[in-house]
């Protein structure tokens, strides 16, 4: 028997640096369908993170707060309050918050191939380098298991 569904049953906040990630559905929640959560980033934040792309899986942002500003295959996009762009498997993509408002966003993941592991991973990695970029071998590693590949030339911005 299937276990009865719940409000939010993974929730949980991980942070890395600036950013905030508060999971609301994992792919143990979802039988591996989906994965859910929110994406917070302080105003003004252009993110260190490397561009990358997502091998197999889509990502679909949903913007709740403020304006992220998504940088997809070279064309900047910005997400407000109430638009959504889903990025393709295989483009690459990272965001920047240029703005003077915290964003938040919705990140709909599927199938849930990234979720919550990846980024206590990430975290453990970007805290090992005490204030300094986080070893790029293990960065590549990290990404590789969870569906992503280092974008070429890495690049500026996050997630």
């Known amino acids: 028997m299937a276990k009865p569904s719940t409000v ?3 929730e949980e906040i991980i942070r890395i640096g600036p950013l905030g ?6 792919g143990a929640d979802t039988n591996g369908s989906v994965s859910v959560f929110e994406v917070a980033v302080p105003a003004g934040q252009k993110l260190a993170a490397p561009a990358h792309k997502n091998d ?5 942002l949903y913007g709740i707060e403020g304006t992220l500003t998504w940088t997809i295959d070279g064309e900047a996009i910005d997400v407000g309050p109430g638009q959504a762009v889903c990025i393709p498997r295989g483009a690459v993509h990272r965001f920047d918050n240029f703005g003077a408002v915290d964003a938040k966003q919705l990140a709909i993941v599927t199938p849930a191939i990234m979720g919550p592991a990846y980024f206590r991973e990430a975290r453990a ?4 380098a005490a204030g300094g ?10 990404f590789r298991r969870h569906g992503m590949t280092i974008a070429a030339g890495g690049g500026q911005g996050g997630h």
Not at 56 to 60: L, Q, R, S, V
Not at 125 to 128: E, I, Q, R
Not at 133 to 142: F, H, L
């Open 8 to 10: 939010n049953p993974s």
């Open 56 to 60: 197999a899986y889509e990502e679909t």
């Open 125 to 128: 990695a970007v805290d090992a």
């Open 133 to 142: 970029p986080p070893d790029k071998a293990r960065m590549i590693e990290i």
């Open 21 to 26: 990630i508060r999971f609301l559905l994992t």
